[in-house]
């Protein structure tokens, strides 16, 4: 693709992005949004000190924030070792484009996650973030949280 090609392309994508939101989050009444993070995290101390950050920090941050219930999952084997996957239900659209300030606006997450949060590039708290975006389905709008939780028993989640 040529450069002219791509940053028309470019162009016609972000004037349609905002029509096709809100056309959508129209027709979608109140199903929730799922952010899905992958954190490619530093073997070691570092994993460690990223989960205590997750449970002291960020899900607490994130439950003050009516995100949630905020699911949390690690791989036991495989190639993607070590990862965390965080699993994120938003009520809005709006609530997922706003996250970040938000987060960053509440003085208890700062505080409390700022070994995380204000780590130097040089030392980094972890690799890599991706990040997907998922829309509930129609017959199922919001996050069930399965009944073997509930009752404390191991669950395996797969991908």
């Known amino acids: 693709m040529k450069r002219r090609d791509f940053l028309a392309a470019s162009y016609c994508v972000g004037w349609a992005a905002p029509w096709a939101a809100s056309s959508f989050a129209q027709s979608s009444g109140q199903r929730h949004f799922f952010e899905l993070r992958q954190y490619h995290l530093l073997p070691g101390p570092k ?3 990223f989960n205590a950050f997750l449970q002291e920090a960020m899900i607490p941050a994130l439950n003050r924030l009516g995100v949630g219930p905020v699911g949390a999952f690690s791989p036991k084997y495989g190639p993607n070792k070590p990862t ?3 699993l994120l239900p938003h009520p ?3 609530s997922v484009l706003t996250l970040a300030e938000r987060l960053l606006a509440d003085r208890q997450f700062c505080q409390a996650g700022a070994e995380i949060v204000d780590a130097p590039l040089a030392d980094p708290a972890y690799l890599r973030v991706e990040s ?3 829309v509930a389905f ?3 709008p919001t996050l069930q949280v399965p009944s073997q ?6 669950r395996i989640f797969e991908l």
């Not at 939780?149 to 191991?154: A, D, F, I, L, T």
């Open 47 to 49: 994993k460690s000190r």
């Open 84 to 86: 965390l996957y965080l």
């Open 92 to 94: 809005s659209l709006e």
């Open 132 to 134: 997907s975006l998922l």
């Open 138 to 140: 129609d017959e199922l």
């Open 149 to 154: 939780k509930k009752e404390g028993k191991p």
